[in-house]
């Protein structure tokens, strides 16, 4: 069997927010073959595709047989070839950091502390700073829902931009993406990755499950960005909670599971930040997250 399946199960381990939400159906892949006989197999169903779950919340509190849960953390090979990275679309971007700093390519540091797997993170164009990871894809493969195929998109130069790539434009699931190659320092590679782990680990809170930074960077009236830690300690937002979710206290940009939070504690401090905002800046903010 090329996939395992889990009924009547949590999903609180396959994601980071660690909400006890229950699935009928959760299926797990060993390998991209797996993936896409799942995808075939469940085709007359909802799916809803789980890497890390890092980046997710969801929007009630138990799912049945209708919807579909595809757990991709199993399809994670990775290897060089044509002087290309090729990575499966459940490799974790931690891996893929490790992996090229061991193989001595630059521009990969800025993966190692970013939760997720590349089929998410290609989604939503993920990154920090300056670098994201649409800068190094040569070509996506996918598996189109509608044709019921495996094909290849070639990224042109407007295909990814902040936070968004034109995959969520389609009606496909990433499979494999193909790399750029740069040769590197290995020690250089370690010391900045390293340095992007302890930038983090200082600024974000890690002792309290969470699903990242909740909302996109927000913009005002003119066009110039915003920051949105900023907006809420004007808002006296800091510390705000219901049920044990909580903005967080070390870092506003974040809300946390304190330890049994539940949807709908979460969904109403979400609204409760959107309001307070809206009120005092007349500015709106847009999830980062995605909702299921």
Same mark, same amino acid.
Request: charged share 25%.
């Given at each position: 069997?090329?996939?395992?399946?889990?009924?009547?199960?949590?999903?609180?381990r396959?994601?980071?927010?660690?909400?006890?939400?229950?699935?009928?159906?959760?299926?797990?892949?060993?390998?991209?073959?797996?993936?896409?006989?799942?995808?075939r197999?469940?085709?007359?169903?909802?799916?809803?595709l789980?890497?890390?779950?890092?980046?997710?919340?969801?929007?009630?509190?138990?799912y049945?047989e209708h919807?579909?849960?595809?757990?991709?953390?199993?399809?994670?090979?990775?290897?060089?070839?044509d002087?290309?990275?090729?990575?499966?679309?459940?490799?974790?971007?931690n891996?893929l950091?490790?992996?090229?700093?061991?193989?001595?390519? $630059?521009?990969?540091?800025f993966?190692? $502390?970013i939760?997720?797997?590349?089929?998410?993170?290609?989604?939503?164009?993920?990154?920090q700073?300056?670098?994201?990871?649409?800068?190094?894809v040569?070509?996506?493969e996918?598996?189109?829902?509608?044709?019921?195929?495996?094909?290849?998109?070639?990224? $042109?130069?407007?295909?990814?931009?902040?936070?968004?790539?034109?995959?969520?434009?389609?009606?496909?699931?990433?499979?494999?993406?193909?790399?750029?190659?740069?040769?590197?320092?290995y020690?250089?590679?370690?010391?900045l990755?390293?340095?992007?782990?302890?930038?983090?680990?200082?600024?974000?809170?890690?002792?309290?499950?969470?699903?990242?930074?909740?909302?996109?960077r927000?913009?005002?009236?003119e066009?110039n960005?915003?920051?949105t830690?900023?907006?809420?300690?004007?808002?006296?937002?800091?510390?705000?909670?219901?049920?044990?979710?909580?903005?967080?206290?070390?870092?506003?940009?974040?809300?946390?599971?304190?330890g049994?939070?539940k949807v709908?504690?979460?969904h109403m401090?979400?609204?409760?930040?959107?309001?307070?905002v809206?009120?005092?800046f007349?500015? $709106?903010?847009?999830?980062?997250?995605?909702?299921?």
């Amino acid at each position: 069997m090329p996939y395992f399946v889990l009924k009547d199960t949590s999903l609180k381990r396959f994601h980071t927010f660690q909400l006890d939400v229950m699935a009928s159906i959760v299926v797990i892949p060993t390998d991209k073959n797996g993936l896409i006989s799942a995808l075939r197999d469940y085709s007359g169903r909802r799916i809803v595709l789980i890497g890390k779950g890092s980046n997710m919340i969801f929007s009630q509190s138990s799912y049945d047989e209708h919807t579909v849960f595809i757990v991709t953390t199993m399809v994670d090979l990775m290897e060089l070839s044509d002087n290309l990275i090729h990575v499966d679309a459940g490799t974790t971007m931690n891996a893929l950091a490790w992996f090229t700093c061991e193989h001595s390519i $630059d521009g990969y540091a800025f993966c190692e $502390d970013i939760p997720g797997t590349l089929g998410g993170a290609l989604m939503m164009n993920a990154g920090q700073w300056r670098y994201t990871i649409g800068q190094y894809v040569k070509w996506i493969e996918v598996f189109d829902y509608d044709t019921q195929e495996v094909k290849i998109i070639y990224p $042109d130069e407007k295909f990814f931009s902040y936070r968004y790539s034109q995959l969520n434009d389609m009606n496909v699931c990433v499979l494999e993406v193909a790399l750029s190659i740069q040769p590197g320092e290995y020690m250089e590679i370690l010391d900045l990755m390293l340095q992007y782990r302890r930038e983090r680990y200082v600024k974000q809170p890690r002792q309290y499950a969470n699903a990242g930074s909740v909302f996109k960077r927000p913009k005002d009236k003119e066009g110039n960005a915003l920051f949105t830690w900023k907006l809420f300690d004007a808002c006296d937002l800091r510390g705000f909670q219901i049920g044990d979710a909580q903005v967080s206290e070390k870092h506003p940009g974040f809300i946390v599971n304190k330890g049994n939070a539940k949807v709908a504690d979460v969904h109403m401090v979400i609204e409760e930040c959107k309001k307070r905002v809206k009120e005092t800046f007349d500015v $709106d903010l847009e999830l980062e997250w995605r909702v299921i």
